[in-house]
């Protein structure tokens, strides 16, 4: 992706997109900082006041919130959201964790390099609620899937999965931190195959971008 041709290959921007505790971002950060890692983070941005930020905060990474409470309708934020992540020149951009639908204009705006991070084996259990939903139906097995953003709720090419198994004593929070677990390590792995070109995402038949 980021290597072209007989130029050197150089180290990808990546901004970072997330909402919550930030126990993913800390470790994609912790990957990303390894002296071969193909990337680096050159950007934070958050929708929300969260944890995230101050982990950004301890390790010098510039952090840009971009609260939807203080715009005064979608597209707005929309418009406020892109320019803060484009602002940091990323050439891929990595949700971990992030709790919003990402606009038609956003993902226009970096086409096939966006990357998020699901904790359910898509296309089982989409949405906000993933972990929840599929102890609630009762599978037996769910995990992670580390996929392509397109104009859908989470129906953007896979790039990579993992499974993890339920276990009878579950409950939300026990099986979210293993699928967690599992995310921490794939997340960064994936991205970095992607910028080297190791992982590419599947051919689709009927993609609608
Ligand atoms: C992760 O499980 C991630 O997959 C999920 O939020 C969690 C963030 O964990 N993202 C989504 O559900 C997006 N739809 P963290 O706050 O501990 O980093």
């Known amino acids: 992706m980021i290597h072209n041709g007989s130029e050197p290959p150089r180290s990808a921007r990546i901004a970072v997109l997330a909402s919550g505790t930030g126990s ?11 002296e071969n890692y193909p990337g680096h983070v050159v950007g934070l941005v958050v929708d929300r006041e969260c944890l ?17 409470g203080a715009w005064s309708d979608r597209a707005s934020w929309d418009e406020a959201l ?7 020149e990323p050439d891929v951009v990595v949700c971990a964790g992030f709790m919003r639908v990402l ?18 084996l898509l296309p089982s259990f989409p949405g906000a609620h ?17 996929h392509l953003i397109d104009y ?13 198994p339920i276990l009878a004593q579950d409950t939300e929070e026990t099986l979210h931190e293993r699928i967690k677990e599992v995310e921490r390590r794939l ?13 590419a995402p599947p051919y689709r038949k009927e993609q609608d971008r």
């Open 24 to 34: 993913l971002f800390k470790a994609f950060l912790h990957a990303a900082s390894a």
């Open 52 to 68: 995230a930020e101050s982990i950004a905060h301890d390790a010098g990474v510039a952090t840009q919130r971009v609260d939807p």
């Open 82 to 88: 892109t320019r803060a992540v484009a602002s940091t």
């Open 103 to 120: 606009a038609r204009s956003f993902v226009d705006r970096f086409p096939n390099r966006i990357v998020n991070s699901h904790p359910a």
């Open 130 to 146: 993933a972990v929840r939903d599929a102890l609630a139906y009762g599978v037996r097995v769910t995990g992670t899937t580390i």
């Open 152 to 164: 859908g709720v989470d129906t953007g090419p896979v790039l990579a999965q993992e499974p993890v």
């Open 187 to 199: 997340l960064p792995q994936t991205v970095a195959g992607l910028i080297t070109g190791a992982v």
